[in-house]
């Protein structure tokens, strides 16, 4: 269907109009002062920031509520309209994470997707999750961690599938778990870690891999009394809240930041482009964007480490200024240091020395393809050692509304390869090879030259 390719092109033109809208609103800033332009329009790059900010939630909405009218459970073909608006809802559902990344795991989160129209209850805690809103119910108190799936639907022989997904009450979907459409996870369950919802699930059931298993689980702890640790995880008051409203609304200064990167690298290009012509502009290109990844690393190392030191195995519960701190630090990671310096230099020896500089233990002659190392001291990766595209070596879980720290260890020459999770107390041997899309459990230790593979991992080969 034509409609397709050309939503495909409206979906790439968003973060453009955007754009555009921020560039009006810097530009008419400008005209309106005196002064050095060039240093009006970098000052004055902020306020395009939320201009466009404000602008790429406006068009996300109106999309997915128009997209959302009528819309049913139910088995249509691929090619129906039916058919096309699920996709286009996922599909801005999901751009929506990245290029509105510091208004997602934040106390805003669940109120921005009920205007979407989800069902969310009372005091849910939601990252960056993927859903068809309008086909999303989430009970009070539950936790959806990052990139979770929560209904969307299932493609088939030409047919497109979606139904209602339900999150009971105080329930936990791990990063990258997925309830898939018209599943229900019953409360106070848990799904792990890149695992799914089965079918049928009782209360307090709780299940890791694909397809799912019954697993046992541990209760998080933190050593306060049961009422502090309750106002600490689930009943906080009102100052707690508004500290971490405070600190949430300081993660617009990564936007506002990178506002300024793009507004000094246009206007550098302006005038050498005016000074030694369009050859040696174009030549001088490259080393200008250098430059710019090279502050935008700097300044994500420096928030680093003005806002969370030095990170060390721990437990900390959600209402807590390391979590909130901590999340304000990796918005600098997502959304200055990802764009301008990390999407660019993956595999290469430069991709290291900013990971060292955020405090990654890596080895000589590693490869690294990836730059998700989310509590970065915890990190250690081996001499010659392999990190995949799309690898997350994950050092928390945040199960029970505790975040809990530990190490994560790729040992020299061994392999963690494309799309795998390694979840914290986690050790690849020596010259060992995690296969990819796998999934490392938590202590799990690989021997020194074994192939392992799956989800959860067991040997391969």
Not at 261 to 277: F, M, Q, R
Request: aromatic share 8%.
């Amino acid at each position: 269907m034509a409609i397709y390719g050309a939503t495909s092109l409206f979906l790439a033109a968003q973060p453009l109009i955007a754009v555009l809208i921020g560039a009006i609103v810097d530009l008419a800033l400008v005209h309106s002062t005196d002064g050095n332009r060039f240093v009006g329009a970098v000052l004055f790059a902020p306020l395009a920031a939320l201009a466009a900010f404000a602008t790429y939630m406006l068009q996300t909405w109106l999309g997915v509520r128009i997209l959302s009218i009528g819309i049913s459970p139910g088995v249509n073909p691929v090619r129906s309209a039916a058919g096309w608006r699920l996709w286009a809802i996922e599909r801005l559902m999901d751009e929506a994470r990245t290029q509105l990344f510091p208004l997602y795991a934040s106390q805003l989160t669940p109120r921005w997707l009920r205007a979407l129209g989800a069902r969310i209850g009372k005091d849910v805690e939601i990252s960056t999750a993927v859903m068809i809103p309008a086909l999303t119910d989430v009970k009070d108190g539950a936790f959806l961690a990052d990139d979770t799936m929560i209904g969307g639907y299932e493609l088939g022989g030409g047919w497109i599938h979606s139904g209602e997904a339900k999150v009971g009450k105080r329930s936990f979907v791990g990063n990258s778990g997925i309830t898939a459409p018209g599943r229900k996870l019953s409360k106070n369950s848990l799904v792990a870690v890149l695992s799914s919802t089965p079918k049928k699930t009782k209360s307090g059931a709780n299940w890791w891999g694909a397809p799912p298993e019954r697993m046992r689980r541990v209760t998080a702890q933190i050593d306060a009394p049961a009422e502090s640790a309750e106002a600490l995880t689930y009943n906080p008051g009102f100052k707690l809240k508004a500290a971490r409203g405070i600190v949430e609304t300081m993660r617009l200064l990564a936007p506002m930041f990178s506002a300024m990167l793009l507004a000094a690298t246009l206007g550098t290009l302006y005038y050498l482009l005016a000074d030694v012509g369009f050859p040696a502009t174009r030549a001088l290109s490259g080393l200008v964007l250098m430059a710019m990844g090279a502050i935008a690393m700097a300044v994500t190392i420096a928030v680093k480490w003005i806002c969370v030191g030095t990170h060390s195995a721990a437990d900390h519960p959600l209402w807590s200024a390391f979590v909130w701190l901590n999340e304000l630090q990796d918005t600098f990671v997502e959304v200055v240091a990802a764009p301008w310096f990390f999407q660019h230099t993956y595999g290469t020896g430069e991709i290291n020395l900013g990971l060292r500089g955020l405090g990654v233990d890596i080895g000589k002659g590693a490869w690294i393809d990836s730059y998700w190392f989310p509590e970065t001291d915890l990190c250690h990766v081996g001499a010659g050692a392999s990190v995949g595209p799309g690898t997350v070596v994950q050092t928390h879980l945040f199960q029970d509304r505790v975040m809990s720290l530990d190490t994560v260890t790729i040992e020299a020459g061994s392999t963690l390869a494309s799309h795998s999770v390694a979840l914290p107390a986690s050790l690849i041997g020596a010259s060992s090879t995690v296969g990819p899309g796998s999934l490392v459990m938590r202590g799990d230790r690989v021997p020194a030259n074994a192939t392992w593979q799956g989800n959860p991992i067991e040997p391969w080969g």
